[in-house]
């Protein structure tokens, strides 16, 4: 073998030693849904988000409120994390205007012990340091959104059969098995108008139907859950002496 040809060989396992080092290895785990990190100057523990990622979770950073708005505005993440305690505050501002600008968005908040406070319902979960990446992860999982084939949408209503929730014009609502059972009949019926009694008997699983009442309560619930002015209904309507119509 002349000494050129010995170069040419000797440079190709060169070149491919080093691009293999380099190659990243795919993760055995996908999770295609988004999480917003909100950072300050201090990361609170350099791991977290390196550990994320290599759980297979697709994470972006951004260092302030006004950032993290911008994101959601354009991006629509499926979940945020605001490390308050990199900030060296409570995150509550930053919650809250995340809050107003997309409510129903699940966020989560990691906080100093020092300057722990009361949630106030402005984030979802909290997480007070320090706490290891695998608790991490066992909070963010049930935030995500859950297998599609558990999830049903029908105009603006999403329901979520798996959590036991609905979403619609940006508002999550729980919701009861009964109240779950009451929109699925609605909706299996969308454009219809369903009798009282067959609800009552569907959803109450009862022959019983001298006194439905408890339907109006339920329904009044229910628009509650899925209508922009209850008062004012437009997708869950009355109709008078006979029962009720979903529109989406």
Request: net charge positive; charged share 30%.
């Amino acid at each position: 073998m002349g000494f050129e040809n010995f170069k040419v060989i000797h440079q190709y396992f060169k070149i491919n030693k080093v691009n293999n080092i380099r190659m990243p290895k795919k993760s055995k785990k996908t999770n295609e849904a988004k999480i917003l990190w909100v950072e300050g100057r201090w990361t609170s523990d350099p791991i977290f988000i390196p550990s994320l990622r290599k759980k297979g979770f697709f994470v972006d950073i951004v260092s302030n409120g006004k950032a993290a708005l911008d994101y959601i505005d354009s991006e629509e993440p499926a979940l945020v994390i605001i490390d308050a305690a990199s900030m060296r505050t409570s995150g509550k501002r930053i919650c809250n205007s995340i809050r107003e600008m997309a409510n129903g968005l699940p966020i989560m908040m990691i906080s100093d012990p020092e300057k722990n406070i009361r949630n106030d319902n402005c984030a979802n979960t909290n997480l007070v340091l320090p706490f290891t990446s695998r608790k991490l992860v066992n909070r963010i999982e049930p935030m995500l959104p859950a297998d599609e084939k558990k999830i049903v949408v029908a105009g603006p209503i999403k329901i979520n059969s798996d959590r036991k929730q609905v979403t619609c014009y940006g508002k999550k609502t729980s919701l009861t098995p009964r109240l779950m059972r009451l929109l699925k009949m609605l909706l299996e019926f969308q454009g219809e108008v369903v009798k009282r009694d067959d609800l009552f008997k569907k959803v109450w699983r009862t022959n019983y139907t001298g006194d439905t009442r408890t339907l109006d309560v339920h329904i009044s619930w229910l628009r509650e859950a899925i209508e922009k002015d209850p008062k004012k209904p437009k997708l869950l309507t009355t109709i008078r002496g006979i029962g009720y119509r979903l529109d989406v």
